[in-house]
């Protein structure tokens, strides 16, 4: 089965980076992306960013355009995102997810698997 283990979450500082790591174990080529998503309390959860396991190809939500990077290691089976310039608005429980299925990147009820998530936390 397919199981997907985040880390690399924790408080920083308005400005601050963080790396978030998302390794999977247990997936086949047919799955076609991994994406991040992030969800605050009492929100709903929200795409952040996305790549596709096979090519590359990156997609990004508006918000963290030029300030956040995702980025894959195959041979160690993690996806990478290198937040930067974090904001307060960034903070949110951090979700991994992969795709299996074609179609949109954003709509988070297109994955099929999700990790536990980790938690960011960007104070002012």
């Known amino acids: 089965q397919v199981q997907l283990a985040e880390s690399g979450g924790d408080s920083v500082r308005s400005g601050g980076s963080l790396r978030l790591s998302c390794t999977a174990s247990g997936f086949s080529l047919n799955h076609y992306t991994i994406g991040w998503f992030r969800q605050a309390p009492g929100k709903e959860r929200d795409f952040v960013a996305g790549?596709?396991?096979?090519?590359?190809?990156?997609y990004y939500t508006d918000s963290v355009k030029g300030r956040f990077t995702i980025a894959r290691d195959n041979a160690k089976n993690t996806v990478y995102l290198q937040m930067n310039s974090l904001k307060p608005e960034d903070t949110a429980v951090y979700y991994c997810?992969?795709?299996?299925?074609?179609?949109?990147?954003?709509?988070?009820?297109?994955?099929?698997?999700w990790g536990q998530g980790t938690q960011v936390t960007v104070s002012s």
């Open positions: 997810a992969l795709k299996a299925r074609s179609g949109a990147y954003y709509y988070s009820t297109l994955y099929d698997y």
């Open positions: 790549i596709s396991w096979s090519d590359g190809t990156t």
